[in-house]
């Protein structure tokens, strides 16, 4: 089946965060929505079939979650990743947020320090804040060829005893996709410390220009005996209204303590449509993602291709997987709340501010660019409209 990935679909109205909430987060409601992390594309047809056929039923009771709910995850990460987890130690969860707080209370103790590796997902250090933890920042190094791990300083704060290390694989902003020698020796790192990792993999099927994503725990099998991973394709297929994620556990008895917590919270029971809405895009959706990655990969290249042709002032660096562009704004000579102001009130962009995202964010933005193409030439006009006028 072909998807028309250039189709134009009005969300407005639809209790979509994305939209419907622009007037509470930029201050008017006619910004161009490039922030929060969801697609502006229908998803794969055999979802959809699965969740129209649920709806037909008419009856939604309690449901409970089958066997092959997590064959299908773990068929969908032997094939596209080469990695066959144990569905035994998965555990299911409303998304891979709600996952690592659980992860970080039962894992953790308050006052306990969490390694992470800023500019990151601003929800980590927001989980760890909450539980009363406290982040350790390692902050990723900017170079000419991108961003990289600074291993001295990683060995420095891993020798602070950090209870946990929370990756973010591929990294979100900055795009980078872990190889297989960094992989190794972050591991082998925590493992002389003694740190137990997380491994964030959410954005791990969006993968750019031929990249081939490495879970974590396939390193060796002593890397997954410490390594705990969340999964979702919820983020894969725009599914994440659907809330569902699954946690893979190195052994049984972390499993139990992690499904301890929300039996705890009463918390256990499956969403009635994202059993078939997940099962089927692990079962069906491939040729859907294989239509949507070279997409948005055309996308990220329009992007980068206009900023450094037309407005060089903000550097775009490409990254190698998500549809998330790393805006370097820096060059504006603007502060954080200027540059916000700038992008919502004079080019009409609602984007994710850099600071949000901790150490050196500060002076960038993050555009989401799965989109339809026309949706980003306009944006690109309208930026570099204001840019000029500025100048």
Known sequence: MHYDFDALHDRRGTNALKYDARKAVFGRDDVIPLWVADMDFQTAQPIIDAVTQKAAEGIYGYAMRPDSYFDAVRDWQAKRNAWSPDTTLMSVCPGV???????????????????????????????????????????????????????????????????????????????????????????????????????????????LRGQRHIPMASLSDETAARTITCLSGTKTFNLAGLHASTVVFPNAEDKRRFDALWEGLHFTDSNAFSLPAMEAAFRQGEDWLDQLLPYIEGNVDYVCDFLRDEIPGIRARRPDATYLVWLDCRGFGMDDDALSRFMVEKAGLGLNAGRAFGANGSGFMRLNAACPRSVLETAMRQLKAAVDARV
């Open 97 to 207: 947020v709600p996952a690592l707080a659980g992860l970080v209370q039962q894992f953790s103790n308050v006052g306990d320090a969490i390694l992470i590796q800023p500019p990151v997902y601003p929800q980590f250090e927001s989980v760890i804040r909450t539980a009363n933890r406290e982040p350790l920042a390692c902050p990723l190094v900017e170079r000419d060829d991108g961003y990289a791990i600074d291993f001295d300083a990683f060995e420095a704060a891993l020798a602070q005893k950090p209870a946990l290390f929370i990756l973010c694989h591929p990294h979100n902003p900055v795009g980078r996709v872990w190889t297989r020698e960094e992989l190794a020796r972050m591991s082998d790192r925590c493992a002389a410390h003694g740190v137990r990792l997380i491994a964030d993999e959410i954005h791990a099927d969006l993968m």
